[in-house]
């Protein structure tokens, strides 16, 4: 079955600290991947993806992602936090079916702390 | 450029009572979708349109929910009759064609319903 996994409902982090957002993914074949961000009041918004290449890939507001195919997982992460990096999480797989839809995580709520 | 827009941002309805949301997509994008979103829970697709064709609503349930985008552009979301199960943030979102595929939609701001 195709799933993805975020495994902390709440990750807190001081201001100025490195962050790490889970997502672990379970599909066959070669995925493509996604993460967006929802702050309060606001629709989700797209941040980067992994379709192929490099397994770092980097995106908006300093953000970047690790894809790592053997532990099935693809990260998110950002060197320097921001309190403005507050906002939920979400990491998203293209499903397999015929139109590709996005599966998505149940999201993560990341708190960065002044 | 102009987002997605969608109204009403919040709704308060009884059980049994109905109620409709309205999403008018960026111009240009022709694959519309409809999701919901449960507090604690990812999006959930309901429904897909290309154009002003289904795409997909495997996931729509039809007993109570309706969907249309009759000229291709702006689209209406109904339910009736409400079940307080139905309490979530209804989320437009839009793309270019293939945006599965990119992986990169553009959400609208939600519309929050209440049933009580």
């Known amino acids: 079955a195709q799933s993805v996994a975020q495994p902390e409902d709440q990750v807190n982090v001081a201001e100025g600290n490195p962050l790490t957002v889970k997502c672990t993914y379970s599909?066959?074949?070669?995925?493509?991947l996604f993460w967006y961000v929802q702050y309060p009041n606001r629709g989700l918004q797209f941040l980067l993806k992994?379709?192929?290449?490099d397994n770092l890939v980097k995106g908006s507001y300093g953000f970047e992602a690790e894809f790592n195919k053997s532990q099935t997982s693809f990260h998110l992460k950002k060197p320097s936090a921001l309190v403005s990096d507050s906002a939920l999480y979400f990491c998203a797989v293209r499903g397999l079916d015929s139109n590709y839809q996005l599966i998505w995580g149940a999201g993560t709520k990341l708190i960065i702390k002044p | 450029e102009a987002g997605v827009a969608q109204s009403p941002r919040y709704k308060i309805i009884e059980k049994r009572q109905s109620v409709a949301f309205w999403c008018n997509p960026i111009?240009?994008?022709?694959?519309l979708y409809w999701y919901q979103q449960i507090l604690g829970q990812g999006p959930k697709l309901l429904i897909q349109?290309?154009?002003?064709?289904?795409?997909?609503d495997s996931q729509l349930p039809k007993d109570r929910f309706s969907a249309e985008r009759l000229k291709g552009v702006d689209s209406t979301l109904k339910i009736q009759p409400a079940k307080l199960e139905d309490s979530a943030v209804y989320l437009c979102?839009?793309?270019?064609?293939?945006?599965?595929?990119?992986?990169?939609?553009?959400f609208g701001e939600g519309s929050r319903l209440t049933v009580l």
């Open positions: 349109f290309q154009n002003n064709g289904v795409v997909d």
């Open positions: 979102a839009s793309s270019l064609v293939g945006g599965q595929n990119t992986g990169e939609l553009f």
């Open positions: 111009s240009g994008h022709a694959t």
């Open positions: 992994y379709i192929t290449g």
């Open positions: 599909v066959s074949g070669n995925p493509y």
